[in-house]
């Protein structure tokens, strides 16, 4: 049973460019959050997406969008890019209405803006 | 607002001695609260949780935590260190307030232990 999977691992954009990461959820999970950490900080909430709608968004400019497929992957979208967006970009999968804490996370992809 | 303070950014321990990793909560109600652990290139993972059940909370890899509400505290214990606890870890406290239970992060304590 594959976990929380993301691609690309490693990505590197210049300002202004767009990027898009991707995020497959455990199996049998049906809601995909999505996290940026900083170097040298926690993960902050970015959305969290089910039934292929946005359900909650944290503290993010409308450059940072989402998509949720049918077959509950999501995509990662940040427009506009600058160099302050360089993180970790942290998926976690887990199913509607379940415990907060059974999310599970995938190992990130590192964007580097320059 | 719910919030997590991680007293220290980095913690150092010889292998075989004890580890403490501090944390204050803030909340306005009674809290979710998790330590999280997060290797080199590997995603994070759940060691712990506290959900209103008993106030000393045993976790993976011999690591516990103690609810304090008096002193709004949730340190992370683990009698003797080993070489593979080396990694990051995070208080986190869940967002109940929202509709989709979002995970509150402290910014997290790296811990290094010495041979």
């Known amino acids: 049973d594959a976990g929380v999977t993301q691609s690309p691992t490693h990505l590197i954009k210049t300002r202004g460019q767009q990027v898009t990461l991707r995020c497959s959820p455990k199996?049998?999970?049906?809601?995909v959050s999505w996290y940026q950490q900083a170097l040298g900080q926690g993960p902050q909430f970015i959305f969290q997406y089910y039934e292929e709608e946005e359900r909650q968004r944290g503290n993010f400019p409308d450059r940072f969008s989402g998509h949720q497929f049918p077959n509950y992957s999501s995509e990662l979208n940040v427009n506009a890019l600058l160099l302050g967006d360089s993180a970790l970009y942290l998926c976690?999968?887990?199913?509607?209405?379940?415990?907060?804490?059974?999310?599970?996370f995938g190992p990130g992809t590192r964007l580097t803006v320059t | 607002a719910q919030s997590v303070t991680q007293l220290d950014s980095h913690v150092s321990v010889s292998e075989g001695t004890p580890v403490l990793l501090r944390c204050n909560y803030s909340s306005s109600y009674s809290p979710s609260l998790f330590w999280y652990v997060q290797h080199p290139n590997k995603g994070l993972q759940l060691l712990l949780k506290y959900t209103s059940a008993a106030t000393l909370v045993k976790g993976i890899n011999g690591f516990e935590a103690e609810f304090k509400k008096s002193e709004t505290s949730f340190h992370l214990t683990k009698p003797s260190a080993h070489m593979s606890d080396a990694a990051e870890y995070f208080c986190v406290v869940s967002d109940l307030g929202g509709a989709t239970n979002k995970l509150i992060f402290g910014t997290g304590t790296l811990l290094a232990v010495q041979p």
């Open positions: 199996s049998g999970h049906d809601t």
């Open positions: 976690a999968s887990s199913l509607f209405g379940g415990a907060v804490y059974e999310q599970y």
